[in-house]
């Protein structure tokens, strides 16, 4: 075997590696959501991803993502997210580094979120003028008219009916170890859903 053929090879182990440490990552953080009553949606992982052969830019996923219910906050649908590369289709850049998302959307109080939502939810923080806020929790009040323009109005009625959005993000290498996920990304996220 040639020296590019092992480096080649390298580079396909190295990303099995990868998404084995993201997969403890997002199943250390819903053993500590399911705890405090925030069970997992279901067990999918990713979206936008694809196997044909016309379509080579999804076939390794740019974010991965879980979301999360809670059957006293039936109104709240929390996630945590990892932005692994540019969005393909082109909505955000994150050309320095992938990054690990967590916040929530808020319906109206009345009503039960349901299936009403889409996978996309969890890429929103990219989409953000200032995504590079390093864990700082960031409510957004002007998002829905900002992403008027952004995705002329695609998606108008699945968010029409989300009233508050809030969310922080930092980059996926400052997680470390279980002690961060617990400090940098569960216990802010929990701190913020338990005010709403």
Not at 53 to 71: A, I
Not at 122 to 129: N, P, R, V
Request: with cysteine; charged share 30%.
């Amino acid at each position: 075997m040639n020296e590019d053929g092992k480096n080649m090879l390298n580079l396909f182990k190295e990303l099995k590696e990868v998404n084995g440490k993201i997969s403890l990552l997002l199943q250390d953080i819903e053993a500590h959501m399911k705890k405090e009553g925030w069970e997992a949606d279901d067990s999918t992982v990713m979206s936008d991803t694809s196997a044909s052969v016309y379509s080579p830019e999804k076939w390794f996923p740019c974010f991965l993502f879980r979301f999360y219910k809670n059957t006293k906050r039936k109104n709240i649908l929390a996630y945590v997210s990892v932005l692994l590369d540019d969005d393909i289709y082109g909505h955000y850049n994150i050309v320095d580094e992938p990054l690990i998302t967590a916040g929530y959307f808020e319906y109206d109080k009345s009503k039960d979120i349901g299936e009403d939502w889409i996978y996309e939810y969890s890429k929103w923080f990219g989409y953000t003028e200032n995504h590079k806020i390093n864990g700082k929790i960031k409510p957004y009040k002007n998002w829905k008219d900002d992403f008027g323009k952004i995705f002329k109005l695609k998606y108008e009625k699945v968010y029409e009916q989300i009233e508050n959005w809030e969310c922080f993000g930092l980059p996926l290498t400052s997680i470390a170890n279980s002690q961060d996920i617990k400090t940098k990304i569960v216990t802010p996220l929990l701190n913020i859903l338990s005010e709403k």
